[in-house]
């Protein structure tokens, strides 16, 4: 005991710390019970402050519509990872599928349409600048005109031969009445006879018109397209820009005898003759110019354009009735372009449906404007040799919508018009590796 009390004495500090603890222990467990229980609470009220917090933030999801003219589709809520992903989903779906609508856009323009003259478009070598354009200048009448032989189109039967042929059929007649002799002589058939035969000659005319008739598509001869003219080779070459708009106008006749074709023809893809066909005859075709010469000459410098399909092409009801607008009247359309075509049918009354749906499945086009002129009387075209059936037949008159694809043109548009156009001259760049994201495109 005496030592114990001597190792307390001379360790009393120690002894007084342990005694301490000691006593503070059962204090401490009380006011750490205390103390976690507020903690507790407080993280607690933290928590669920920030939670709160969360739930009140808000975020707008907006999904674009096919079509610019409505609205988007446009909702707030609390952001969560499936919305997010649905809105994404939707987006990605949209731009694939305005991508397919630009693929099918360019497809229906047919972009692997050749020029033709080879080696003319965009610029052609210097030594062969002038060759390339008057070789143009001669083609282009009788390309033209090819397409409505190729169509199978042609006029009536030729006047003379027709005559000839009815002449010669009177005089076998004649002599066959009156005698071998009466060849050069003033001799006269009888009344009845003479009343007779030219009732019989006027079947036989009748019957040359419809064998006519029955191997033609429609009637029409390159007369009736407007502008065709030879070029006058005293002036010279023609200019590689009116080079160009002759190129054009050769692919906007193509679509729409394209579409002319479509409508004469039947649903199991028979191609059918004047008196069976909704399409009778061809009376104008009016590829509306462009005089690009003279604009090219009178435009002033402008930058170089830079390829954005991205902005909405603003719709002008009073230009079209599909609100469609392009150069000149719309700048900011860098797409597509349109050049109007006018012409005059004579039709079987009943097809015109028909006819009118012909033309956007023949290619990007639409019928913008139509009149019609009821109870057509065709008596003066039958004494012109034009057999048409026995339809009812009305004169109709239509504007037809033709759109031009520029991202598979640019390439051949000469650097003049780039410019005057403002077509982005990446585009007319040569197409590269599959992939590149500068290469030409509708987007």
Known sequence: MKGALGWVKSNL??????????????????????????????????????????????VTYEAPTLDPSQQPVSFSQVPNEATTSAIKAWIDALSEEVQRVKDLALQANDPNREPLVDGLFPEPSAPESTSKRQEMARVWPGAMANELLDAGADGPPDPMVIFDRLNSQF????????????????????????????????????????LHAGDTRFYATPSVIDGVRSWDETQGAPSLVQCWEWQLRYWVLDDVMRALSLANTDEAGQELSVPDAPIKRIERISIAPWDLASMVAAQTQNPPATANTSTEITRDYSISVSGRTAWPAARQNQLYDIRYVDLSLIVDARKIPHILAAFPRAGLMSVVD????????PKSDLSAGYYYGVAPLMRMRMRIETVWMRPWMAPLVPRDVRGLMQIPDEWAMPETEEGDEDAPAVS
């Open 370 to 377: 139509l009149s019609v002129i009821e109870d057509y009387d």
């Open 13 to 58: 500090v120690s002894v007084i710390a342990i005694v301490i603890a000691i006593a503070a222990f059962p204090v401490l467990f009380f006011f750490s019970q205390s103390w976690s229980q507020k903690l507790n609470e407080q993280v607690e009220s933290d928590v669920g402050g920030n939670i709160r917090d969360l739930n009140q933030i808000s």
């Open 171 to 210: 005089e076998v007649e004649r002599q066959r009445l009156l005698g071998v002799d009466v060849a050069g002589t003033d001799a006269q058939l009888e009344p009845e006879d003479a009343e007779r035969i030219h009732s019989e000659l006027g079947e036989e005319r009748l019957r040359l018109y419809k």
